[in-house]
Structure formats: C-alpha cells, structure tokens
C-alpha cells in the first residue's frame, strides 16, 4: 500500500521559507516520478514542481522558478519542497503526488497517489 505523509507547512511572512517534507511508504519508490501540487481556495490545485524518478529533469511552474527547489532523496523514500521569498500568493494546501511511471508529469490526472496536504499560509 502506497502512502504519502506532508509536513513543514505553516504560517510565515512575506520574503520567509519554508521546507516541506513528503515521505512515501510502499515497494520501488525510486523507480517513480514526483510532483508538488498546491491549491488555494477557490481555485482548481496547479502543479508546483514535479521531478522524474532519478530528480535528473525538475518542471516549475512559472509563479515558482527561482524561488522553489524540489528535490528527492531516493535512499530515504523522501521528496522536499524548498520554497524561498514566499509571498501572500503562495498560500495554499500542498499536496505531494506519486505516478505510475518515471518521467516527469505536470497534470495531476497522471498522478495516483497523494498525500493529505499541509497547509502555507504567507502574511503579508
């Protein structure tokens, strides 16, 4: 059974960071690609950031390039979202996903599995 655990959210300023953590539990995590979700209220979920089975191709949404770094650590079963110079904008729920294959992907129709989310919330 495949299951996916968010932490590191929370509330912070305008220009803070924050680091989020997803850990996965189940068989061959290394093998399959990663995605960072988020969705504010009223809004439909976007794709963050997304990263293939080996992290060697990374997407980021434009609103995210520069300030955003996903990365993963394949002998932990772990993915992390460093996120840098938040703004008010970035305030959503963060989901971290798993597909079913190993390349990256961008739409989360193509992601299986999800975890629950944590929230962001950036003040201004």
């Known amino acids: 059974q495949v299951q996916l655990v968010e932490s590191g959210g929370g509330l912070v300023h305008t220009g803070g960071s924050l680091r989020l953590s997803c850990v996965v539990s189940?068989?061959?995590?290394?093998?399959?690609?990663m995605g960072w979700f988020r969705q504010a209220p009223g809004k439909q979920r976007e794709v963050v950031a997304a990263t293939s089975w080996n992290g060697d191709e990374t997407y980021y949404a434009d609103s995210v390039k520069g300030r955003f770094t996903m990365s993963r650590d394949n002998s932990e079963n772990k993915a992390f979202l460093q996120m840098n110079s938040l703004q008010p904008e970035d305030t959503a729920v963060y989901y971290c996903?798993?597909?079913?294959?190993?390349?990256?992907?961008?739409?989360?129709?193509?992601?299986?599995?999800w975890g629950q989310g944590t929230q962001v919330t950036v003040s201004s």
């Open positions: 189940g068989p061959l995590y290394n093998i399959y690609a």
């Open positions: 996903a798993r597909t079913t294959g190993g390349l990256v992907r961008i739409t989360d129709s193509e992601y299986a599995y």
